[in-house]
T-cell receptor, first 114, second 111 residues
Framework: DGGITQSPKYLFRKEGQNVTLSCEQN?????MYWYRQDPGQGLRLIYY???????QKGDIAEGYSVSREKKESFPLTVTSAQKNPTAFYLC?????????????FGPGTRLLVL | AQSVTQLGSHVSVSEGALVLLRCNYS??????LFWYVQYPNQGLQLLLK??????LVKGINGFEAEFKKSETSFHLTKPSAHMSDAAEYFC?????????FGTGTRLQVFP
């Protein structure tokens, strides 16, 4: 079955620590996205990538970093500069980057601060 | 610029009753509109998508939505609610290379 996997399901971060969230897709999609979800605020775009070795900042990129070394993988690092990282993080992909494209979502990672 | 407003953060219905979740959009170009459903601690699942081919869009699980340009609305309906429909529902509109989401509506279904 094709789909998007995210790991881990739960992640705990200590103060001053960087943590990395994994996102893998086997849909052969070119475009990938990271969203942050907070209660009552919907989803906000952190970063997105149109193609390997290219990515763009979204609306709330500060305190986060990404890489896109392989088409299937788009890991997100939550750095120590992100002062309020507790949230549910969702990865998504679409066949292409474009206005008409449908995005498909992974199961999410919940990040908690110790 | 594109935006989405979902009216009502919580909606409660009885099992078997009509479900109506409201979504109004703003778009400077003909919009692509989406409804997604999210069950607790899970990702988003696509319910349906409007692409201008037809104003009434049928989706999964018996849901449908009607695009009304004059009202800038894309409300989601289901004739008869089931307990399994309890979830959070998000309306979204395509923007420049991204989706713009509403703040969500949590649907509760009572027996």
């Amino acid at each position: 079955d094709g789909g998007i996997t995210q790991s881990p399901k739960y992640l705990f971060r200590k103060e001053g620590q960087n943590v990395t969230l994994s996102c893998e897709q086997n849909l052969n999609h070119d475009a990938m996205y990271w969203y942050r979800q907070d209660p009552g605020q919907g989803l906000r775009l952190i970063y997105y990538s149109q193609i390997v070795n290219d990515f763009q900042k979204g609306d709330i990129a500060e305190g986060y970093s990404v890489s896109r070394e392989k088409k299937e993988s788009f890991p997100l690092t939550v750095t120590s500069a992100q002062k309020n990282p507790t949230a549910f993080y969702l990865c998504a992909s679409s066949a292409l980057l474009g206005y008409q494209e449908t995005q498909y979502f992974g199961p999410g990672t919940r990040l908690l601060v110790l | 610029a594109q935006s989405v407003t979902q009216l009502g953060s919580h909606v409660s219905v009885s099992e078997g009753a009509l479900v109506l979740l409201r979504c109004n959009y703003s778009s400077s170009v003909p919009p692509y509109l989406f409804w997604y459903v999210q069950y607790p601690n899970q990702g988003l699942q696509l319910l349906l998508k409007y692409t201008s081919a037809a104003t009434l869009v049928k989706g999964i699980n018996g849901f449908e939505a009607e695009f009304k340009k004059s009202e800038t609305s894309f409300h989601l309906t289901k004739p008869s609610a089931h307990m399994s429909d309890a979830a959070e529902y998000f309306c979204a509109v395509s923007g420049n290379d991204k989706l713009i989401f509403g703040t969500g509506t949590r649907l509760q279904v009572f027996p």
